[in-house]
């Protein structure tokens, strides 16, 4: 038997704990995988002091960032982010962390290529926007970011003009905005130049179908949310710890 895990912060909605006890009680596997709900970074650096019984761990916001300081060895591609969201831990103890949500995030993405152009508009600059960028940057994508103030890297929402829509054909959902229980959120773009040419994809993933998708939908445009990258991202996982 081996256990696993997730490190996050109010963490009962977790995807991951269903879905890895699914795939072991139908792979036939006696193994465990447990929510580890840390309210603190004072309690992440205690759990982090103890001999951990796992032999893999998820990480979830806002500790993906906060755990890089307790690991032993960190993946290239989990440096390059700047975000842990797996870790490995070795039979002598090493902790190895690396980041899956790029890899989650093209498999969910492929289907829905090639788009006519490579220009994303990128909605949040926070933790979960990271492992976003790396990918598109990957595939030679055009960047822009919007966040709720402007910035030299980013447009405010105000700056969304009809011309910055029209030239960016994939809108990603980097906020939490319309996550349940505020299924009617979505973050502030005029979706009325939304085209038929245009992808939404939508890292929230609970309500299946979200406000920014359904306005998106209402105009044309293809749209995704993100469960896919969630069974990608976790896959990945699965492939690291029993590497």
Known sequence: MARFGLI???I???FSRGYFGDKFKASG??????NVDLQSTEELAAF???PLPFQGLNVTI????AVIPYLDELD????AIGAVNTIKITADGRKIGYNTDHYGFLKALEPFLPLEDRSALILGTGGAAAAIVHTLANLDFRIQFVSREASDSALSYEQVSRYVILDHLLIVNCTPLGTHPHTEQSPAIPYDFITNNHLLFDLVYNPEVTTFMKNGAKLGAATTNGYQMLVGQAEKAWEIWNS
């Not at 596997?29 to 447990?34: A, K, P, V």
């Not at 806002?62 to 960032?65: D, F, N, Q, S, V």
């Not at 290239?76 to 440096?79: D, R």
Request: charged share 30%.
């Open 62 to 65: 806002p500790y993906k960032a």
């Open 12 to 14: 009962d909605y977790s």
């Open 8 to 10: 996050g912060k109010n």
């Open 48 to 50: 982090f002091e103890q």
């Open 76 to 79: 290239s591609v989990a440096e």
């Open 29 to 34: 596997l006696d193994h465990t995988y447990e």
